[in-house]
């Protein structure tokens, strides 16, 4: 593979791995209604480890502030229910021996206005993110043209690819937190 065109895919992977953490980041967020991503990733402790959420039992939705958990090893509630309270979810989890239920009680106008400050601060985050993935890429291709591995042409040209690139993400992540924040706000 040519030299600039390595570097633009490996930029545009970067780039792409941070939306992504930030599509994954906005999952595990409280918005209008629960979703099983808000609960599956919290760490459990039994069975002498670490073991997420997702892989103890089975996640359900049944109504937009009801959460579900229905656990595999029933001798697992316990360790689930505690891990369930220490984690930031902010929710008592009540069960009946059988099933876990975590009710979500409606968002306040004051909380929607700052769980919406945190989703534009981890968009910001990521645009920083992806600015420093473009800044090195700038500084690979400003290094291949001292070494005279290309010429100023082709440097510009990179260049341009690059920051055209760079802006396209930006609006995707523009995009990703005005979709949450209108989310966060709904009723």
Do not use: H
Not at 113 to 127: F, L, P, S
């Amino acid at each position: 593979m040519l030299p600039l065109k390595k570097i633009y895919q490996e930029t545009r992977e970067k780039m792409e791995q941070s939306k992504n953490a930030l599509i994954k980041r906005y999952a595990t967020m409280r918005g209008g209604r629960a979703t099983p991503d808000m609960v599956s990733g919290i760490k459990v402790e039994c069975y002498n480890s670490r073991i997420p959420l997702s892989q103890l039992a089975s996640i359900s939705v049944p109504e937009a502030r009801l959460i579900v958990i229905e656990p595999w090893d029933k001798s697992t509630i316990e360790n689930i229910k505690r891990a369930i309270l220490v984690s930031d979810l902010g929710v008592n989890p009540s069960d009946d021996g059988n099933l876990i239920r975590l009710s979500f009680p409606p968002l306040t106008e004051e909380r929607r206005e700052e769980i919406a400050k945190i989703v534009k601060q981890w968009a910001e985050e990521t645009k920083i993110t992806i600015r420093n993935i473009r800044r090195e890429a700038r500084e690979q291709i400003e290094q291949m043209e001292k070494d005279k591995q290309i010429s100023e042409d082709d440097k510009k040209r990179a260049e341009k690819d690059i920051q055209s690139l760079t802006d396209d993400y930006i609006k995707k992540i523009e995009e990703l937190q005005n979709k949450k924040v209108e989310e966060v706000k709904k009723i």
